[in-house]
């Protein structure tokens, strides 16, 4: 398909190959996400969504099966391209923000886009554009122990954008949070992820959030079924 942003196809990973113990978590996951589009991913506990995510975004290595992101052939390549890969095109959420404690919000934001080199008083502009669009522009000085629970992830939202990736997966991204907050926060994370016209999988367990995405799939026995 012409406008995949990421393709995964045929993946397999197991556990303790060979051991009593082995565990089959992806028995051949294929999935095709387009320019644009945010599908929600639902799986129960255990079932390998963290597995799954982390070898789409190039974190981990299937035992089969390949990964394409823009086109570009990634699994199989070595560590240093795919960390470039990574660190250019994948933006990461947690259901915990893993904000840097001794930086303040901006400079949480400034930091990954230093490391792709991205001159300074740019990343900076960068960083203050994103939390203006996330509502907590005012906050821009405060460290992460100074947010609250929402605002906190507002910031790992703006750092999972800040180098412009092709493709944003989310891990239970508001599931820290309490519901009403969780409501809140989830609306801004889709309004960002719809104005920059990223693809993002977001894994959640709330059924009411996946159905405001494009499509639900849920990892069943190792593969992906429609929702
Ligand atoms: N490094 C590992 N070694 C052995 N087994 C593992 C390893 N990582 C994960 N597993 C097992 O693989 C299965 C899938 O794990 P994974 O973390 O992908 O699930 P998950 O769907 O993200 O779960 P949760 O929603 O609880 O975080 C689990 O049974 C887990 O115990």
Known sequence: MSDAVLHLKGLKKSYNKGLVNEVNVLRGV???????????????????????????????????????????LLSGKSDRRRTVSRRQDVGFIYQFHHLLPEFNA??????????????????????????????????????????????????AFCRALANSPRVLLADEPTGNLDPA??????????????????????????????????RILKLENGVLVPG
């Open 106 to 155: 901006l400079e949480n934001i400034v930091l990954p886009q230093l490391a792709n080199a991205v001159p300074r008083a740019k990343a900076e502009d960068r960083a203050n554009e994103l939390l203006q669009r996330v509502g907590i522009k005012e906050r821009a000085a405060h460290r992460p122990a100074a947010l609250s629970g929402g605002e906190q992830q507002r910031v």
């Open 30 to 72: 294929d999935l095709t996400l387009t320019s644009g589009e945010i599908v929600a991913l639902v799986a129960p506990s255990g079932a390998g969504k963290s597995t799954l995510l982390h070898i789409a975004g190039l974190l981990d290595v299937p035992d089969a099966g390949t990964v394409e992101i823009g086109g570009q």
């Open 181 to 214: 907050t969780s409501d809140q926060v989830f609306a801004t994370l889709m309004q960002l992820v719809r104005e920059t016209g990223l693809s993002a999988l977001i894994a959640t367990h709330n059924m009411e959030l996946a159905a405001r995405m494009d």
